[in-house]
């Protein structure tokens, strides 16, 4: 079986391994010319089902509670096994027990364990809340790594290449994000920084509450860190605005005042897919099938998705299969 995979962000490579894994001839088609660029190079790469469980809906826990498990098989080294730690300023501990009601799979924590945990914090934070078995990774070494695997399985990549009239193949699978015609589908701008500093080290994400403006700092190599919280309902890719990157840099001395000194590596906007309910769907139309909607859940959903589509392609070829 021939199939071709419409982009190349987390949903396109995850499902072209999971096709090609299974046997598949695979060809990956992107417009741009290489990896990145799209909402997908932007990501944090928090792998933490529960915490997202505290504003999403059950089947983000159910789909993505595994997908720890998966990127680690997959890419063995690029998956980080240290949890989430989330946190609050003692005048916000309301919203940290908002957070704890609504989600599972945490313990609390007090100020002497956050200073075991995080010693940078250490007297900083009086209560919080440790996701034991979260992960995180780095989005683009896992992006690069998963492409590296894929062409020595063999699969085909064509970067700079217009995908929508693919001919020559017995599949399809339609991965574009926001670049679909699909008119269910809204944009959700996310900006995010990386920060550079040497008078921090953080070993695992780390979720500072707040009312107004809630933030999480990915700890990355080289002392860099993922800033993010951002969540716009807006399809502008336009570069961050003044605003976001205030309050971005508020949260982030907020957490720790050495970030005020920080260098300021990069700025990135990510326009995330989303449907009207915020889940992701597989869906087939005749030959072709579409994996959309992803969210902010990209790295967290993206392996359930690719094995829904690839059953769905081999289901099927049983059953012609059985007819013939």
């Given at each position: 079986?021939?199939?071709?995979?419409?982009?190349?962000?987390?949903?396109?490579?995850?499902?072209?391994?999971?096709?090609?894994?299974?046997?598949?001839?695979?060809?990956?088609?992107?417009?741009?010319?290489?990896?990145?660029?799209?909402?997908?190079?932007?990501?944090?790469?928090?792998?933490?089902?529960?915490?997202?469980?505290?504003?999403?809906?059950?089947?983000?826990?159910d789909l993505g509670r595994d997908a720890a498990n998966w990127w680690n098989t997959v890419l063995p080294g690029q998956v980080t096994w240290a949890g989430t730690l989330v946190v609050a300023a003692p005048r916000d501990?309301?919203?940290?027990?908002?957070?704890?009601?609504?989600?599972?799979?945490?313990?609390?924590?007090?100020?002497?364990?956050?200073?075991?945990?995080?010693?940078?914090?250490?007297?900083?934070?009086?209560?919080?809340?440790?996701?034991?078995?979260?992960?995180?990774?780095?989005?683009?070494?896992?992006?690069?790594?998963?492409?590296?695997?894929?062409?020595?399985?063999?699969?085909?990549?064509?970067?700079?290449?217009?995908?929508?009239?693919?001919?020559?193949?017995?599949?399809?699978?339609?991965?574009?994000?926001?670049?679909?015609?699909?008119?269910?589908?809204?944009?959700?701008?996310?900006?995010?920084?990386?920060?550079?500093?040497?008078?921090?080290?953080?070993?695992?994400?780390?979720?500072?509450?707040?009312?107004?403006?809630?933030?999480?700092?990915?700890?990355?190599?080289?002392?860099?860190?993922?800033?993010?919280?951002?969540?716009?309902?807006?399809?502008?890719?336009?570069?961050?605005?003044?605003?976001?990157?205030?309050?971005?840099?508020?949260?982030?001395?907020?957490?720790?005042?050495?970030?005020?000194?920080?260098?300021?590596?990069?700025?990135?906007?990510?326009?995330?897919?989303?449907?009207?309910?915020?889940?992701?769907?597989?869906?087939?139309?005749?030959?072709?099938?579409?994996?959309?909607?992803?969210?902010?859940?990209?790295?967290?959903?993206?392996?359930?998705?690719?094995?829904?589509?690839?059953?769905?392609?081999?289901?099927?070829?049983?059953?012609?299969?059985?007819?013939?």
């Amino acid at each position: 079986m021939r199939v071709l995979v419409k982009g190349a962000g987390v949903a396109g490579l995850t499902a072209a391994f999971e096709l090609a894994a299974r046997g598949a001839t695979v060809t990956v088609a992107e417009i741009r010319h290489g990896l990145g660029g799209n909402a997908s190079w932007f990501a944090g790469g928090m792998l933490a089902p529960w915490c997202e469980r505290e504003s999403a809906e059950l089947p983000v826990l159910d789909l993505g509670r595994d997908a720890a498990n998966w990127w680690n098989t997959v890419l063995p080294g690029q998956v980080t096994w240290a949890g989430t730690l989330v946190v609050a300023a003692p005048r916000d501990t309301g919203e940290l027990d908002r957070f704890a009601s609504r989600t599972s799979g945490h313990r609390r924590v007090d100020e002497d364990e956050i200073a075991l945990l995080e010693p940078d914090l250490a007297g900083r934070f009086r209560r919080g809340l440790l996701f034991s078995d979260e992960a995180h990774l780095d989005p683009r070494q896992a992006m690069a790594a998963l492409h590296d695997k894929l062409a020595a399985m063999g699969v085909e990549f064509r970067f700079g290449a217009d995908a929508r009239h693919g001919s020559g193949f017995d599949r399809q699978i339609d991965c574009t994000g926001m670049a679909a015609v699909d008119d269910r589908l809204r944009g959700v701008r996310g900006e995010m920084l990386i920060l550079r500093t040497l008078d921090i080290s953080l070993s695992r994400p780390v979720r500072l509450l707040h009312p107004r403006f809630p933030l999480y700092a990915v700890p990355r190599a080289d002392m860099q860190f993922m800033i993010g919280a951002t969540m716009i309902e807006s399809q502008s890719a336009r570069p961050v605005t003044a605003r976001s990157m205030m309050e971005l840099l508020g949260a982030a001395y907020a957490l720790h005042p050495a970030f005020g000194e920080a260098e300021i590596v990069e700025t990135g906007v990510g326009v995330r897919p989303a449907f009207p309910d915020n889940l992701p769907r597989v869906e087939t139309s005749g030959d072709s099938v579409a994996i959309n909607g992803l969210y902010r859940h990209g790295f967290l959903l993206a392996p359930a998705m690719a094995r829904q589509a690839a059953d769905l392609f081999f289901q099927s070829r049983q059953k012609q299969g059985a007819c013939s």
